[in-house]
């Protein structure tokens, strides 16, 4: 598993940094994010969630069965679209209504 970013879809707005609770992203050249040690990401996905621009992706590795695919989230004002892409397939979607989000 790992972090990238795709810088640019990057907007500089700092919210990967605030929301890592591994203080792992910096905003460097040009004002765009930097992920400095992305083996210490633990995965916890807060970063993709804080991104309004999609620019984040969370590679899903062989481990937990991602075979290469990759996850991010895409906002369209409370709803958060969870795109899964994986080679070869077709990519599948989750959303999720932020205000009832928590609530089983």
């Known amino acids: 598993?790992?972090?990238?970013?795709?810088?640019?879809?990057?907007?500089?707005?700092?919210?990967?940094?605030?929301?890592?609770?591994?203080n792992l992203f910096r905003l460097g050249g040009q004002n765009k994010a930097v992920l400095d040690r992305p083996e210490d990401c633990w995965g916890c996905t807060a970063c993709l969630k804080a991104c309004q621009f999609g620019a984040l992706r969370?590679?899903?590795?062989?481990?937990?069965?991602?075979?290469?695919?990759?996850?991010?989230?895409?906002?369209?004002?409370?709803?958060s679209h969870w795109v899964i892409e994986r080679p070869g397939r077709e990519s599948v979607t989750v959303s999720v209504d932020s205000t009832s989000a928590n609530q089983y």
């Open 1 to 22: 598993m790992s972090i990238r970013i795709q810088r640019d879809a990057c907007r500089g707005c700092g919210a990967c940094v605030e929301a890592c609770p591994g």
């Open 58 to 79: 969370f590679y899903l590795g062989a481990d937990i069965g991602g075979r290469g695919g990759q996850m991010y989230v895409r906002r369209e004002g409370r709803i």
